[in-house]
């Protein structure tokens, strides 16, 4: 399975943005998927996670209420829509597919990985 990340760019703070994460094939399709970022000098960090049918959704509290997650399993895709965006969501963002169905924050529970697409937001 490769996982590919894009949506990403230069935003000012207050903007939005729009993230994908779209698979190669139609693996994953019945199991959860998750971002997850990296900022600048830290750790990776669980942003968001989306059960296999959509029904669960999972938000670390920095994002709660700013940031959706949601997902076309039609396009195999996934979707993450950044709103009123901080400095501090400045990062690399990464998807990943869960090794269940399940809507988790937990970044060992993920096995693919895509490679990331860079936030970064100006104040």
């Known amino acids: 399975v490769q996982l590919q990340a894009s949506g990403g760019g230069l935003v000012q703070a207050g903007g939005s943005l729009r993230l994908s994460c779209s698979a190669s094939?139609?693996?994953?399709?019945?199991?959860?998927v998750g971002w997850f970022r990296r900022p600048p000098g830290k750790e990776r960090e669980f942003v968001s996670a989306?059960?296999?049918?959509?029904?669960?959704?999972v938000y670390a509290d920095s994002v709660k209420g700013r940031f959706t997650i949601s997902r076309d399993r039609a396009k195999n895709t996934v979707y993450l829509q950044l709103n009123n965006v901080k400095p501090e969501d400045t990062a690399v963002y990464y998807c990943?597919?869960?090794?269940?169905?399940?809507?988790?924050?937990?970044?060992?529970?993920?096995?693919?990985w895509g490679q990331g697409t860079q936030v970064t937001v100006s104040s």
């Open positions: 990943a597919v869960g090794r269940s169905s399940a809507a988790t924050s937990k970044a060992e529970l993920y096995h693919y």
């Open positions: 094939r139609r693996t994953g399709s019945n199991n959860a």
């Open positions: 989306i059960s296999w049918n959509g029904g669960d959704t």
